[in-house]
C-alpha cells in the first residue's frame, strides 16, 4: 500500500505559478511511476504529466507543454509538479498518483495509488 498526499495548491492570478507536491509513503517509492491528474468541476479527470521511476522520462499533455514540470526526489519520497503561466483553464483539483507498472502512461485506470488532491484555481 503506498499513501499519497498532496500539498501547495491554492490560487493565483492569471499568469502566475504553484508548485503542488506529493508526498508518498508505506512503500519504496522509486519502485512507482508517478502521475498528476487533474478534474475540473464537470468534467472528466484528465492526465497531465508523469514521470518515470528513475525521473529520467517525463510526459506531459499538450496543453501544459512548456508550463509545467513534472520532477521527483526518490531520497525525499516525494513527486512535484511546478506550474508556471497558469490559465483560467488550468483550475481544477490537482491528484498525484503512483503507478506500479515500468512505462509512463496516460490513463488514469493504470495508475493504483491515488491522493486525495489539492485545489489549483487560477483567476483572472
Known amino acids: 500500500q503506498v499513501r499519497l498526499v498532496e500539498s501547495g495548491g491554492g490560487l493565483v492570478q492569471a499568469g502566475g505559478s504553484l508548485r503542488v507536491s506529493c508526498a508518498a509513503s508505506?512503500?519504496?517509492?522509486?519502485?512507482?511511476?508517478m502521475g498528476w491528474f487533474r478534474q475540473a468541476p464537470g468534467k472528466e479527470r484528465e492526465f497531465v504529466a508523469a514521470i518515470s521511476r528513475s525521473g529520467g522520462n517525463t510526459l506531459y499533455t499538450d496543453s501544459v507543454k512548456g508550463r509545467f514540470t513534472i520532477s521527483r526526489d526518490n531520497a525525499k519520497n516525494t513527486a512535484i509538479l511546478e506550474m508556471n503561466s497558469l490559465k483560467r483553464e488550468d483550475t481544477a483539483v490537482y491528484y498525484c498518483a503512483a503507478r506500479t507498472g515500468s512505462a509512463v502512461a496516460t490513463g488514469s485506470l493504470l495508475y493504483d495509488y491515488w491522493g486525495q488532491g489539492t485545489q489549483v484555481t487560477a483567476s483572472s
Open positions: 508505506g512503500r519504496t517509492f522509486s519502485n512507482y511511476v
